[in-house]
T-cell receptor, first 112, second 106 residues
Framework: ETGVTQTPRHLVMGMTNKKSLKCEQH?????MYWYKQSAKKPLELMFV???????ENNSVPSRFSPECPNSSHLFLHLHTLQPEDSALYLC???????????FGQGTRLTVV | KNEVEQSPQNLTAQEGEFITINCSYS?????LHWLQQHPGGGIVSLFM???GKKKHGRLIATINIQEKHSSLHITASHPRDSAVYIC????????FGKGTRLHILP
């Protein structure tokens, strides 16, 4: 148990659906991250938020829309996804200036 | 462009064996991380290194800045160490290796 909670753990959605992934931490961390892990590919950093402000967007398609309403919560809104977007989506958090990142268990997303 | 290479890709060993996983990168970095990913996806951050050596229990991580190389060692390996071990580096962004899948047989 890392203190970073992701919901849901599993999600199956159609290409026309809209869904959201949620990440929550009460560790007092102020940096939060979304990662994508596709089968047989390295982890890819998608978005970085520091103190609720987006500081990195690694050329992620607009069908992925992050939201960080406060330092404890991070969402990833999904709409009109493609089957190739099926992957494990991981959230992580870090204390600003800290060295260790804490990861959630991930949401395994399947787009049909 | 910095690249991260891990070796081996897959490793199967008997319980009790000494395990070494290697990570090489091509350009200077500010820090290197070792992560452990268990079946099901959960990831644990094991070490962050910028120089020298760190030890935590049966895990030891070393880094050689001049040679742009890091190793993760597991002493007295156990089946519960079975996982994917991922090396990640930070220069201006985070770059992950493809991971080493470790399977320890009882």
């Amino acid at each position: 148990e890392t203190g970073v909670t992701q919901t849901p753990r599993h999600l199956v959605m159609g290409m026309t659906n809209k869904k959201s992934l949620k990440c929550e931490q009460h560790l007092g961390h102020n940096a939060m991250y979304w990662y994508k892990q596709s089968a047989k590919k390295p982890l890819e950093l998608m978005f970085v938020y520091n103190f609720k402000e987006q500081t990195e967007n690694n050329s992620v398609p607009s069908r992925f829309s992050p939201e960080c309403p406060n330092s404890s919560h991070l969402f990833l809104h999904l709409h009109t996804l493609q089957p190739e977007d099926s992957a494990l989506y991981l959230c992580a958090s870090r204390r600003q200036g800290g060295t260790e990142a804490f990861f959630g268990q991930g949401t395994r997303l399947t787009v049909v | 462009k910095n690249e991260v290479e891990q070796s081996p890709q897959n490793l199967t060993a008997q319980e009790g064996e000494f395990i070494t996983i290697n990570c090489s990168y091509s350009v200077g970095i500010s820090a290197l991380h070792w992560l452990q990913q268990h079946p099901g996806g959960g990831i644990v951050s094991l070490f962050m290194l910028s120089s020298g050596k760190k030890k935590h229990g049966r895990l030891i991580a070393t880094i050689n800045i001049q040679e742009k190389h890091s190793s993760l060692h597991i002493t007295a390996s156990h089946p519960r160490d079975s996982a994917v071990y991922i090396c990640a580096i930070r220069d201006d962004k985070i770059i992950f290796g493809k991971g080493t899948r470790l399977h320890i047989l009882p």
